[in-house]
């Protein structure tokens, strides 16, 4: 990987959920777009791709939503992920 060959997809999942562990349990408060972006696409990789950008919209969406009902400004994340 660090000489820039491709990863097998399982191998490749496995780093991805082993990278958000470990974000998540040093900074529980701080997600970067990266991060977020990663755990949406492990969250979504078993549906087809089509659905895929819906299902992280409605997401997006959701948590602006809430945020707004809480009278909180959104993270940084979503703006960033949603363009």
């Known amino acids: 990987m660090l000489e ?3 990863l097998h997809a399982e191998t490749e999942r496995k ?3 082993w990278y ?4 998540a349990a040093a900074h529980p408060s701080v997600v970067d777009p990266e991060t977020a ?11 087809p791709a089509e659905h ?4 992280a919209e409605t997401f997006l969406a959701a948590v602006s939503n809430e945020c ?5 400004p959104p993270p940084e994340w979503v703006a960033a992920l949603a363009a």
């Open 15 to 17: 780093l991805r959920a």
């Open 52 to 55: 895929r950008v819906a299902l």
């Open 68 to 72: 707004r009902r809480a009278e909180l």
């Open 4 to 6: 820039g060959t491709r």
């Open 37 to 47: 972006g990663a755990a949406l696409e492990l969250l979504t990789a078993g549906m």
């Open 20 to 23: 958000l562990r470990h974000v």
